[in-house]
C-alpha cells in the first residue's frame, strides 16, 4: 500500500521554525536562562538578548526601540491596541462613550475585542469592504466621530489575502483630524494587524502612517506565543497586563527571552525572503517585456 504524502498549505495560520530562529533560541532554553529584570550577571545576559533583539527590530522596520511591546502574540497585540487606545472617564481627551471603528473582516482578535468594548459601554461601528474585499477611506471617514478613539484595518488579510491601502486610510483619518483641529497625537489612533505581512509586502509603520502596528512569531517562521505591537511615539495607550515595569511599564510579566530571540531571528529572515521575492519578480517582469 502507497504511503500518502502530507503536504501542509496551512500556512497562514502557523509556519515551522525556520532553522536560524532555532539555532538564536538555543542557548536560552538553559544557557541563560535568567529573569530579565534581575540585577545579577545572569538577568543582566538575559536582558542583553531582549534588549539586543528589540534594537535589531526596530532598525530593521525604522523605529526606535521603545516604540516596540513585546507581546505574547498578535492576539494580545491587537487587544492591547484597541483596549488601551479607549480612554477611561477620567483621561477627559474625548467625551463617553468612546467610540471604535473596525473593518468587517479583521481577524477575530479584533472584532471580538471590538464587540467586547461595546459590550462594556463603548459605540462600535463596522465597516464593510467592496466585492474585492478593500476597505474605502472616505466610508472610514464617514464612520468617524468626535469620540473615536482608534480604527483598526488588517493589512493582509489572514483568509483571503486582501491587501488594504493602508497608507491611503491613514491619510484619510489624518486629513479628518486636521479638518476638526487636532493634531498627529491625537484620537482617533489607527491601528493595522501587520502579521500577515513581512514575508510578502514592506510593514515600515511610517511608511504606512500607522500608529500602532501588530506583528506574530508564528506567520513568519518564529516560535509562537510571541509578537509585538509597535506604539508611535507620542500615542499613549494603557497597559494590558499589569505589575511589574517590564517593557516600560506598558506590559508586565517575565519576558519571554527564548521566543523574544526568535522572533528577532525570523523577522531578519522575512526581510531576506521579501527582498530576493522581489528582485526575483522584478528580474520576471523584465524578462516578459522582450517576450
Known amino acids: 500500500m502507497a504511503v500518502m504524502k502530507k503536504i501542509y498549505f496551512d500556512y497562514a495560520a502557523t509556519t515551522p521554525l ?9 542557548p536560552y532554553f538553559s544557557t541563560v536562562f535568567g529573569n530579565p529584570v534581575s540585577a545579577h550577571t545572569h538577568g543582566k545576559d538575559a536582558r542583553e538578548a531582549v534588549e539586543r533583539s528589540r534594537i535589531e527590530i526596530a532598525t530593521g522596520i525604522g523605529v526606535r526601540a521603545h516604540e516596540v511591546i513585546f507581546t505574547a502574540g498578535v492576539t494580545e497585540a491587537n487587544n492591547m491596541a484597541l483596549f488601551g487606545s479607549v480612554p477611561p472617564p477620567s483621561y477627559g481627551k474625548i467625551s463617553r462613550p468612546p467610540h471604535v471603528v473596525v473593518s468587517a473582516i479583521e481577524h477575530s482578535s479584533i472584532l471580538q475585542a471590538g464587540r467586547y468594548l461595546q459590550e462594556m459601554g463603548a459605540h462600535l461601528t463596522v465597516v464593510g469592504v467592496s466585492r474585492g474585499g478593500l476597505v474605502d477611506p472616505d466610508e472610514i471617514c464617514r464612520a468617524l466621530t468626535s469620540e473615536t478613539a482608534v480604527v483598526s484595518v488588517m493589512y493582509v488579510n489572514n483568509e483571503v489575502g486582501t491587501i488594504q491601502r493602508i497608507r491611503a486610510l491613514s491619510e484619510a483619518i489624518s486629513r479628518w483630524k486636521r479638518v476638526i483641529g487636532r493634531g498627529k497625537n491625537d484620537y482617533p489612533y489607527f491601528h493595522t494587524d501587520a502579521a500577515q505581512a513581512p514575508r510578502v509586502l514592506p510593514f515600515h509603520p511610517h511608511s504606512l502612517g500607522a500608529d500602532l502596528l501588530s506583528i506574530d512569531g508564528s506567520k513568519i517562521y518564529g516560535p509562537k506565543g510571541v509578537g509585538f505591537l509597535y506604539v508611535r511615539e507620542g500615542i499613549v495607550i494603557r497597559p494590558l497586563i499589569v505589575g511589574a515595569a517590564q517593557e516600560g511599564l ?30 526575483c519578480n522584478s528580474s520576471r517582469r523584465r524578462d516578459n517585456k522582450g517576450i
Request: net charge positive.
Open 250 to 279: 506598558r506590559r508586565a510579566g517575565t519576558h519571554n527571552v527564548t521566543a523574544i530571540v526568535g522572533l528577532a531571528a525570523a523577522l531578519r529572515r522575512a526581510e531576506i525572503f521579501r527582498k530576493k521575492e522581489e528582485n
Open 18 to 26: 525556520d532553522k536560524s530562529a532555532r539555532r538564536a533560541m538555543e
